[in-house]
């Protein structure tokens, strides 16, 4: 199964999944494993639970080939598996690598966790991000031009809008929407008139609906309209959390083409599913469209980390990190 | 315990309690009961429910003295005991009285239900209230002036902002704000460092702070520095939850503001606690004081309904209602 060409094995480790490809020395994947055993979802508690999780998903590759380990994500912040300070923006990708953690697993294999990204800026409130920085190097490897000046868009569970100048990210601004998407429809009065499951189909017509309403204004009061709108028949209960999500993702797009500036170019990273809203919503809202849409960058962040730290030519196998 | 001077039995009866009133004929009140029995805490379902939590907060008062019994709020709902259509605004109290409805318990009481009210302007989303009509019925009586031109502010779970010009309630607009608090605090990553049990004592400046953070603008942004200032420190966790409430109530009061004009006067209707937090919002935000601050209108507006609805006078007691 693991061949001799392998490289790398590169870690995303998140609150609630953990991926693990393995690559080869030009950065191509040769496998992919993915589990549940997220920060938060581990076998056991604290650090047994990270060393158990880490056997299971890549103890066979190592045995098979003792190659250098990076990881990103949650695994590098206070409750992950060693914690590794924030890193302060503007960074670019050698800075990410300076400023990476490596240590030895019980079993011997050194695994080395990138930092995530703080953007504290005079007079305003911080901003931090973790995982999402290596999503950006991987764009960057992909979209090499992108470094000059454009807008890495990642939506999510918490958005990111990270702003690229000079080979550097300037700085980022997360935009709650996926959670504030979840929470409203489980646990607010917006979610009792929706069907308890999910609709077979978007309905893009309540979605488009949405978007043009995020430009009334303030959220806390735009927000009564799903209820008001479900009350009077007006959009039927099938539609009421697509019309939400427009609502919420328009609120995103136009507060951060206002605070970024709308011509930069503009990358849209993640899922399909997801980035077909944001596509539909830069479309209806701003008249814009991506410059391009990366899909998943993860792994090529890693392999570009992995490079800037060192860890890929034989003569650097004992770097500082 | 109940006397011949007996002229009027008001119900505000809500989704999570019911609170009734044994006025007098010059709209005193003599004599003050609360239950849980809101609507959605009925001792039984449906009708049944209905007629013995009526039966349990004012039966005695009815056997004492068989005087008419007006209600308010979501008693007239679809979920409630009679559902009494939206009144178009604008409307003024007489417009209320003559859209409520009145039908006969099994025991064979009158009770008239008021309606509520629907705002629904070209080109806008429809907006809803239940209730809050009453109060500000309630309001009007006290104070005559504010029907002129003035704004009558109803903090709560769902805030109204009524707009009030030549004697009628010419438009509202709900924020979620008391809603979208408890939401976030319950389910959300924003209230996963703010300690269990609530603090003993308001932390004004934390409070103050995220009322000047307000300003900064959109909210889905704004709300993940509740997260930050926790995560380095500049919050404690005992304010992370005052903070909040400061953005929160601050990004109402900021929108609503540019939305109905400052110049109007403001009236501040509710609990004294809350009503104290929007005080200060008011004062920093704005620089504004409210014109008055009426405590709870309700038995007023339900008094002044029954008067409207000719159920107070004698020779009206056949009225159509």
């Given at each position: 199964m693991t061949g001799p060409h392998t490289a790398l094995i590169a870690l995303d480790w998140g609150t609630s999944s953990l991926r693990a490809y393995r690559m080869g020395?030009?950065?191509?994947?040769?496998e992919t494993r993915s589990s549940g055993a997220g920060i938060q979802h581990?076998?056991?508690?604290?650090e047994d639970g990270f060393e158990a999780a880490f056997e299971a998903i890549c103890g066979d590759w190592l045995a098979a080939a003792p190659v250098p380990v990076v990881a990103a994500g949650m695994?590098?912040?206070?409750?992950?598996w060693r914690e590794v300070p924030y890193l302060r923006c503007p960074a670019g990708p050698d800075a990410l690598a300076g400023a990476s953690l490596g240590f030895e697993t019980r079993a011997g294999h050194r695994v080395t966790i990138a930092p995530g990204l703080i953007h504290d800026p005079e007079g305003g409130t911080p901003d931090v991000m973790r995982g999402e920085e290596i999503q950006i190097a991987g764009t960057l490897a992909a979209h090499?031009?992108?470094?000059r000046d454009a807008l890495i868009v990642l939506p999510g569970t918490h958005s990111k809008w990270a702003s690229l100048r000079d080979g550097q990210v300037a700085g980022f601004a997360t935009y709650m929407t996926g959670e504030l998407f979840a929470v409203f429809r489980a646990h607010?009065?917006?979610?009792?008139?929706?069907?308890?499951a999910a609709p077979d189909a978007e309905d893009w017509d309540a979605f488009g609906e949405g978007l043009e309403r995020a430009?009334?204004?303030?959220l806390g009061h735009a927000l009564f309209s799903v209820r008001t709108l479900g009350l009077t028949g007006r959009i039927a209960p099938e539609g009421l959390a697509d019309y939400m999500s427009g609502l919420l993702i328009g609120h995103e797009i136009l507060a951060a083409a206002e605070a970024e500036g709308q011509d930069r170019p503009l990358y849209l990273v993640g899922e399909g599913e997801l980035c077909r809203r944001y596509e539909r919503a830069l479309s209806q809202l701003l008249g814009r469209a991506p410059a391009a849409q990366p899909g998943n960058p993860a792994p090529a962040g890693l392999f570009s980390l992995a490079g800037a730290a060192g860890l890929l030519a034989p003569e650097k196998e004992t770097s500082h990190v």
């Open positions: 020395a030009a950065g191509e994947i040769l581990l076998p056991a508690p604290g695994v590098g912040s206070a409750q992950g090499p031009e992108a470094a607010s009065i917006l979610g009792r008139l929706m069907p308890e430009r009334d204004g303030a």
